[in-house]
């Protein structure tokens, strides 16, 4: 055996650096069982799953940070696993909901949305090194979670509210196609990483969290509608705060 060989025998990987990659492999995992639902038609799971996924994925690199164990596969296996949950899972789970009896041009809208998330993550990791000071509190579009989520509204308004309308071939591959261009334009949206709570503030957020936490439990659907459109109401707030910034920024010098 080599001396290579054997250096690489006893490297040892530490159980810190584990845990923001098991947490990245359940938000996958979620993902991919997400697709099994939606083969039998229970959306209601699907939704479900996709929301846990979108949860997972928002504490992966958090834990990471934490614990100081960034690393590039991390960040790697973090990208690979957005593409196919909140990219590859919603877009197939909405052709098979509604598109699949419609011919190319419906195939070719959820094949749309799944290739602008894969371009939004690939724009992600490669900016993140230059990107200016008054731009590190936002993203560029919509973030892949938040695309991932936003594009699922046709299958949570058919679950909250039965409306048929809302199959219509013509509005999802719309929802499809809104959701794509929204991941890899270059509107700013708020990243949320810098928001500061006062310590004054600290008990009521947490009293408004956790009223917020026994709405989506008793509430799932009308909680995911109103979290989405409070939502859309802060990307255009997210565009004059980055505009504010940037002005500021550019005057400074």
């Known amino acids: 055996?080599?001396?290579?060989?054997?250096?690489?025998?006893?490297?040892?990987?530490?159980?810190?650096?584990?845990?923001?990659?098991?947490?990245?492999?359940?938000?996958?995992?979620?993902?991919?069982?997400a697709l099994r639902f939606a083969l039998d038609g229970k959306w209601e799971m699907v939704v479900s799953l996709i929301v846990l996924a979108g949860v997972f994925d928002a504490l992966d690199g958090r834990m990471a940070r934490l614990l100081r164990v960034t690393s590039a596969f991390g960040a790697a296996l973090d990208s690979l696993s957005d593409v196919v949950v909140f990219g590859v899972i919603p877009g197939l789970c909405l052709y098979l909901w509604a598109l699949q009896d419609q011919g190319n041009i419906a195939w070719a809208s959820a094949l749309f949305y799944i290739v602008c998330i894969a371009l939004r993550l690939a724009r992600f990791d490669s900016e993140l090194p230059d990107k200016p000071e008054y731009a590190k509190d936002f993203f560029t579009g919509l973030p892949s979670p938040a695309a991932g989520l936003l594009v699922l509204l046709p299958i949570v308004i058919d679950i909250h509210w039965g409306l048929s309308f809302i199959r219509e071939a013509l509005l999802v591959s719309l929802v499809l196609v809104v959701c794509g261009v929204g991941a890899v334009?270059?509107?700013?949206?708020?990243?949320?990483?810098?928001?500061?709570?006062?310590?004054?503030?600290?008990?009521?957020?947490?009293?408004?969290?956790?009223?917020?936490?026994?709405?989506?439990?008793?509430?799932?659907?009308?909680?995911?509608?109103?979290?989405?459109?409070?939502?859309?109401?802060?990307?255009?707030?997210?565009?004059?705060?980055?505009?504010?910034?940037?002005?500021?920024?550019?005057?400074?010098?």
């Open 185 to 253: 334009c270059t509107l700013p949206t708020f990243a949320g990483k810098s928001i500061k709570i006062p310590s004054s503030m600290a008990l009521p957020t947490l009293a408004i969290i956790a009223l917020l936490a026994a709405f989506i439990v008793t509430q799932p659907w009308p909680a995911y509608l109103l979290l989405a459109g409070l939502y859309l109401i802060m990307i255009p707030v997210s565009l004059v705060a980055y505009m504010r910034k940037k002005a500021s920024f550019l005057k400074a010098k």
């Open 1 to 33: 055996m080599s001396t290579a060989q054997k250096k690489r025998f006893r490297i040892q990987v530490s159980s810190s650096w584990m845990i923001p990659n098991i947490i990245t492999i359940a938000a996958l995992i979620s993902g991919l069982t």
